[in-house]
């Protein structure tokens, strides 16, 4: 069955920062991945996926991830964190359904 | 505008109530889930249906209920069975169920709090 392990639960970084949210998961075939950001009391909005092809996947707000399959993993980055960064974002994986992480709450400070 | 429409935004039950939370989307889309967001545990699945007129439950259906008996349409019932019901409560959709790495596309939530 798949899952997905979030690797620390709050990060915080100063405004022109680089930004890494970590993701690993397990999944017995090819995964689909995904990041999700959440604003406070808002749904959650696709900032990127990957289905198959270029492991460099970019998404909204220049936010970009790298499937690696040797290390399952697919970490977010970001070059330059700015204040509207700030919010929670959520890794999820889907073999027969779609199973998501914990959740990382990035802090941008001024 | 295409989207996934939730109502109330907040509701306020009463212990012993049963409430429905609704939710309806004009994407067409043919699966429609049901999470519930508690602080610090992520998402969890209550239920789910890939077709109209049957779904499944998820990873944590009991006290819940749903019916399916239209595409565009999937109501959560939160019954007074449910011993924790306080949490916010995401509706989401997708053009086909996740396996095929089709993407979920969510609503703006609700806000369930028992006074």
């Known amino acids: 069955a798949q899952s997905v392990t979030q690797l620390g639960s709050h990060v915080s970084v100063s405004e022109g920062a680089l930004v890494l949210l970590r993701c690993n998961y397990s999944s017995s075939v090819p995964p689909y991945l995904f990041w999700y950001v959440q604003y406070p009391n808002q749904g959650l909005q696709l900032l990127l996926k990957y289905t198959t092809g270029a492991t460099l996947v970019k998404g909204i707000n220049g936010f970009e991830a790298e499937f690696k399959k040797s290390e399952t993993s697919f970490h977010l980055t970001k070059p330059s964190a700015h204040m509207s960064d700030a919010a929670e974002y959520f890794c999820a994986v889907s073999e027969n359904d779609m199973r998501f992480g914990a959740g990382t709450r990035l802090t941008v400070k001024p | 505008d295409g989207g996934i429409t939730q109502s109330p935004k907040y509701l306020f039950r009463k212990e012993g109530q049963n409430v429905t939370l609704s939710c309806e989307q004009n994407l067409n889309h043919d699966a429609m889930y049901w999470y519930r967001q508690d602080p610090g545990q992520g998402l969890r699945l209550i239920y789910y249906?890939?077709?109209?007129?049957?779904?499944q439950k998820g990873d944590i259906a009991e006290g819940y209920s749903v019916s399916r008996e239209k595409k565009e349409s999937f109501p959560l019932t939160v019954t007074s069975a449910q011993k924790n019901p306080t949490a916010f409560y995401l509706c989401a959709s997708s053009l086909r169920d996740p396996s095929s790495g089709n993407t979920i596309y969510f609503g703006e939530g609700s806000w369930l709090t028992v006074v």
């Open positions: 249906s890939q077709i109209v007129n049957d779904f």
